[in-house]
T-cell receptor, first 118, second 108 residues
Framework: GAVVSQHPSRVICKSGTSVKIECRSL??????MFWYRQFPKQSLMLMAT?????????EQGVEKDKFLINHASLTLSTLTVTSAHPEDSSFYIC??????????????FGEGSRLTVL | GQSLEQPSEVTAVEGAIVQINCTYQ??????LSWYQQHDGGAPTFLSY????GLEETGRFSSFLSRSDSYGYLLLQELQMKDSASYFC?????????FGQGTELSVKP
């Protein structure tokens, strides 16, 4: 199956710093990628839809200036958590749908990035 | 808007069959996906129903009835490794919005 690679898998940073998370589709092109966050014992919350070559579409309640998303190529999307605070500590997961698609309902997920802000 | 209902927890024994039901109310509904997530891991795709009826993939089957806004995931010959969270995920306007999921515990 298609492979999505996410890096770093774990990151610890100090409050006030910025952290960049990369999401790459390794063996397929993805015009659209999705970013989710997940708190312990909770479900995945969709943060934003990342569109190649255009601005991301953020879900209601997600601060676009806080969570900067860039989708510069058909295989790479990045999420930058700016001025991170302890409440931003979470599990961030990216996903991608292959294009041209083989299954509209199928997303391939990265391994996730666990962010801890001290 | 969207609402989803699936049981929060299900317990079954090895070798048994379990059915996880899902009812949904979603605008712009295209179809229903099912995902599995083990603790600490990323979700993995199990199946997608774009049309009414049953889809079978190995030990897993998924069913959709659009008229009833209802679907289910059927897991047969349960194994310990099936212990995980299972999410029914309506496809809404190209986006997959996850609900709270069902935590399945498989006992020996």
């Amino acid at each position: 199956g298609a492979v999505v690679s996410q890096h770093p898998s774990r990151v610890i940073c100090k409050s006030g710093t910025s952290v960049k998370i990369e999401c790459r589709s390794l063996d397929f092109q993805a015009t659209t990628m999705f970013w989710y966050r997940q708190f312990p014992k909770q479900s995945l919350m969709l943060m934003a839809t990342s569109n190649e070559g255009s601005k991301a579409t953020y879900e209601q309640g997600v601060e676009k200036d806080k969570f900067l998303i860039n989708h510069a190529s058909l295989t790479l999307s990045t999420l930058t958590v700016t001025s991170a605070h302890p409440e931003d500590s979470s599990f961030y997961i990216c996903s991608a749908r292959p294009w041209p698609g083989q299954g509209i309902g199928e997303l391939f997920f990265g391994e996730g990035s666990r962010l801890t802000v001290l | 808007g969207q609402s989803l209902e699936q049981p929060s927890e299900v317990t079954a024994v090895e070798g048994a069959i379990v059915q996880i039901n899902c009812t949904y109310q979603t605008s712009g509904f295209y179809g229903l996906s099912w995902y599995q997530q083990h603790d600490g891991g990323a979700p993995t795709f199990l199946s997608y129903n774009g049309l009414d009826g049953l889809e079978e993939t190995g030990r897993f089957s998924s069913f959709l009835s659009r008229s009833d806004s209802y679907g289910y995931l059927l897991l047969q010959e349960l194994q310990m490794k099936d212990s995980a969270s299972y999410f029914c995920v309506p496809l809404q306007g190209g986006k997959l919005i996850f609900g709270q999921g069902t935590e399945l515990s498989v006992k020996p």
